[in-house]
């Protein structure tokens, strides 16, 4: 999951770079909502690990 928002922001990095700005944008937020969704399941991971311990 972290690796596919590494991609989408490395995407719309070079996107902003050669002056795509709807593409740039589009990716940018993709990345975003993946790395949400992977601090949350990393977050949830680590609950669950400590309660069943």
Do not use: E, K, Y
């Amino acid at each position: 999951m972290l690796s596919w928002a590494l991609t989408f922001l490395v995407i719309a990095l070079i996107a902003a770079v050669f002056g795509f700005g709807g593409i740039a944008s589009a990716s940018a937020g993709i990345a975003q909502i993946l790395f949400v969704i992977f601090l949350v399941l990393f977050v949830a991971a680590l609950v669950f690990r400590a309660v069943r311990r």
